[in-house]
């Protein structure tokens, strides 16, 4: 999956935003709140959904202020690689380039995903969109 928005907001604000999100959720499995510098390489488990007991290790590929930041997500049944970049246009316009691409691991899980695989894909742009037009309320003070 991939998804190209451009916004009105600049690129460093943005990256902010999607740090932060990032550092939340590794202080909140962790108790770490690592610098920005030493994010790529850094690993943590995480508990996905406490009902069917999901977890999984999330690992930061790349980390780069203010234009990149991809990670990994492994599970037992995917692994999925996920990546933010932040093209500057100009002070105030930004385009954001999300890429998603996930691996399923085993046969039946391969043959599931690509039959769910249609309504995943729009349901996640859908995610990201809401994600985006957030950053840009949230720039605009609403």
């Not at 999956?1 to 943005?14: D, E, N, S, Y």
């Not at 406490?50 to 049944?77: C, H, L, M, S, W």
């Not at 692994?79 to 380039?97: A, G, L």
Request: aromatic letters at 12%; hydrophobic letters at 40%; charged letters at 25%.
């Amino acid at each position: 999956m991939k998804m190209v928005k451009t916004l009105a907001v600049p690129r460093q604000f943005i990256f902010e935003k999607i740090l932060e999100s990032g550092l939340y959720d590794i202080e909140k499995y962790t108790g770490k709140r690592p610098k920005t510098a030493s994010l790529s390489g850094f690993k943590y488990k995480k508990k996905f959904s406490a009902k069917q007991n999901q977890a999984g290790e999330i690992i930061f590929d790349e980390v780069i202020e203010p234009g990149v930041y991809a990670f990994t997500t492994k599970t037992v049944r995917n692994t999925y690689t996920t990546r933010w970049e932040m093209h500057r246009i100009d002070d105030m316009h930004t385009e954001v380039v999300i890429s998603e691409d996930m691996i399923s691991h085993g046969f039946f899980q391969n043959l599931n995903d690509m039959i769910m695989q249609i309504g995943l894909t729009w349901i996640k742009k859908r995610q990201m969109t809401a994600i985006l037009n957030a950053i840009l309320r949230d720039y605009n003070g609403r």
